[in-house]
């Protein structure tokens, strides 16, 4: 007793980007320093100037420290952007078919920090530790079409992700080497939402955490090399 939906739009996309990066070394330290500029013109417009710094020092310990800093753009999804700027807050789901006058999704602007050690113990074995938060306005998302690869960009308030990834290392001896790698990631969100079509449950209201939130995960490689070689 339906009938089908239908849509009709086009846009044309374009960003113009420049950089420049130098490197600093004094001593045992040294510095990578940058500078990003971003124009984007699609269904919005914006102009960034992004810094970037990374430092990093090896401790007489043998221990490497690093810390860096970093301010990106994040420009919208191009796959189904038209229609996703056409259906406003909470998508289709909250709005008739065939209704247009949503906001169009704006670039969004992200703080990035990172802090981590690199340490060696004993000939085999380097552990690797990293913290990570990245603070986004117009924290970017996919909304998909139920089950199917059929994707549709959307845009929160903001974004909080931060996390901390470890990787220990066992050089490799007599043909044997191995790694393990542990993480913990919190990824918030936070209300109101643009865009999509959001075909699901009513949206959480202030904060809530997505499938990108992940308590702890692991993955250990093991690996043997038979002397000689193949083929």
Same mark, same amino acid.
């Given at each position: 007793?339906?009938? +089908?939906?239908?849509?009709?739009?086009?846009?044309?996309?374009?960003?113009?980007?420049? !950089?420049?990066?130098?490197?600093?070394? +004094?001593?045992?330290? &040294? /510095?990578?320093?940058?500078?990003?500029?971003?124009? !984007?013109?699609? +269904?919005?417009?914006?102009?960034?100037?992004?810094?970037?710094?990374?430092?990093?020092? #090896?401790?007489?310990?043998?221990?490497?420290? %690093?810390?860096?800093?970093?301010?990106?753009?994040? &420009?919208?999804?191009?796959?189904?952007?038209?229609?996703?700027?056409?259906?406003?807050?909470?998508? #289709?789901?909250?709005? *008739?078919?065939?209704?247009?006058?949503?906001?169009? +999704?704006?670039?969004? %602007? %992200?703080?990035?920090?990172?802090?981590?050690? $690199?340490? /060696?113990?004993?000939?085999?074995?380097?552990?690797?530790?990293?913290?990570?938060?990245?603070?986004?306005? @117009?924290?970017?998302?996919?909304?998909? #079409?139920?089950?199917?690869?059929?994707?549709?960009?959307?845009?929160? /308030?903001?974004?909080?992700?931060?996390?901390?990834? *470890?990787?220990? @290392?066992?050089?490799?001896?007599?043909?044997?080497?191995?790694? &393990?790698?542990?993480?913990?990631?919190?990824?918030?969100?936070?209300?109101?939402?643009?865009?999509?079509?959001?075909? @699901?449950?009513?949206?959480?209201?202030?904060?809530? %955490?997505?499938?990108?939130?992940?308590?702890?995960?692991?993955?250990?490689?093991?690996?043997? $090399?038979?002397?000689?070689?193949?083929?």
């Amino acid at each position: 007793g339906g009938s +089908l939906f239908t849509f009709n739009g086009s846009a044309l996309i374009k960003q113009q980007v420049g !950089y420049a990066q130098d490197s600093i070394t +004094l001593g045992k330290a &040294t /510095a990578m320093v940058g500078i990003r500029f971003d124009r !984007y013109d699609g +269904l919005t417009s914006a102009t960034s100037v992004q810094p970037r710094v990374g430092l990093s020092y #090896l401790a007489p310990t043998g221990t490497v420290l %690093r810390a860096a800093y970093g301010r990106t753009m994040e &420009t919208p999804y191009n796959e189904n952007l038209v229609l996703s700027s056409s259906t406003g807050s909470g998508g #289709l789901s909250q709005n *008739a078919f065939g209704a247009v006058g949503g906001t169009a +999704l704006q670039p969004g %602007r %992200r703080d990035q920090f990172n802090a981590g050690l $690199q340490q /060696a113990v004993g000939r085999w074995l380097v552990f690797d530790v990293d913290y990570f938060y990245k603070k986004t306005v @117009n924290g970017y998302d996919f909304d998909t #079409l139920f089950s199917t690869p059929i994707v549709f960009p959307i845009s929160w /308030a903001k974004s909080q992700i931060d996390g901390l990834s *470890a990787r220990i @290392n066992l050089v490799k001896h007599g043909g044997f080497s191995a790694f &393990t790698v542990l993480g913990h990631n919190r990824a918030r969100f936070f209300n109101p939402e643009n865009g999509g079509i959001l075909f @699901n449950p009513p949206l959480p209201s202030g904060v809530f %955490r997505i499938d990108h939130d992940q308590v702890f995960q692991q993955t250990t490689n093991l690996l043997y $090399q038979a002397p000689g070689r193949l083929g």
